[in-house]
């Protein structure tokens, strides 16, 4: 409830609680307004009914489906990818083995439906249109059924020239940034990632603790510093893990 007692609107709320993380080349981006931060992403098992299942069965791959255990609590993860942005298996694997750290069963879905580079093009390269506004990329492409039930991870090209590697821009404090990746927080989290290799799986994972409601860290070798280099450790710290799960 506002102060004047009127209803606060499920949009302005998730406003409230939005928050915003992204790696930058040369700036830190992240805030979060952590004590309103709580979002429920846990998929219950008995969420996974019959028509959920279907859904995922016709649009995702056959053995992706079947990782989700309908004995327990699961994390899912829906990406989407333009066309050429495919990460190979054995980073999937890596990714989702770093994260049974937060003791859930976590599942890195990939939509079957790769986004045109042309059509992708249309949405821009300004975080905002990629995550935020109403017709966003994250908005349009995203199935209903899968807002709230999957966190939405974005793969899209990015421009390996300096300075400006990642494609992105994003604004803070009216001013304009160049990012590689950028998280949404709240209670529909969301990234976008335009990492080039050899930073793809740490900036992934970067973009992914954000969701899960970390913040950026001094300390440079981590992986929440908002800058991924070849000394970034991949792994969470046990404050991370503690932080991530209690978020879920
Ligand atoms: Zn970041």
New binding site residues.
């Given amino acids: 409830m506002s102060e004047d007692g009127e209803e606060i609107s499920l949009n302005r709320r998730e406003y409230l609680l939005a928050a915003v993380?992204?790696?930058?080349y040369s700036s830190?981006?992240?805030f979060a307004l952590e004590s309103e931060l709580e979002p429920e992403l846990a998929v219950e098992p008995e969420e996974i009914d019959r028509q959920f299942e279907e859904f995922l069965y016709s649009n995702y791959p056959e053995p992706q489906v079947q990782k989700i255990d309908k004995n327990q609590e699961n994390l899912l993860f829906d990406i989407h990818y333009v066309e050429g942005e495919e990460m190979p298996e054995e980073d999937i694997e890596i990714i989702e083995s770093l994260l049974e750290d937060t003791g859930l069963n976590s599942v890195l879905l990939e939509n079957e439906e790769k986004l045109d580079r042309t059509d992708y093009q249309q949405y821009g390269s300004v975080a905002p249109e990629l995550l935020e506004d109403r017709d966003s990329l994250w908005s349009e492409q995203t199935d209903p059924i899968m807002k709230g039930n999957a966190i939405q991870l974005f793969f899209v090209p990015g421009k390996p020239e300096m300075p400006n590697k990642g494609q992105l821009k994003t604004f803070v404090d009216g001013q304009e940034l160049w990012?590689d990746?950028?998280?949404i927080q709240g209670s529909s989290p969301r990234a976008v990632m335009a990492f080039d290799e050899p930073y793809r799986v740490k900036g992934t994972v970067?973009?992914i603790?954000?969701t899960l409601g970390?913040?950026?860290t001094e300390r440079e070798d981590d992986i929440?510093?908002?800058e991924i280099t070849s000394d970034t450790c991949l792994e969470f710290s046990d404050e991370q893990v503690r932080t991530m799960n209690s978020n879920l």
């Fill in positions: 993380g992204a790696t930058g830190t981006l992240g990012v990746g950028k998280t970067h973009e603790g954000h970390l913040e950026h929440m510093n908002y």
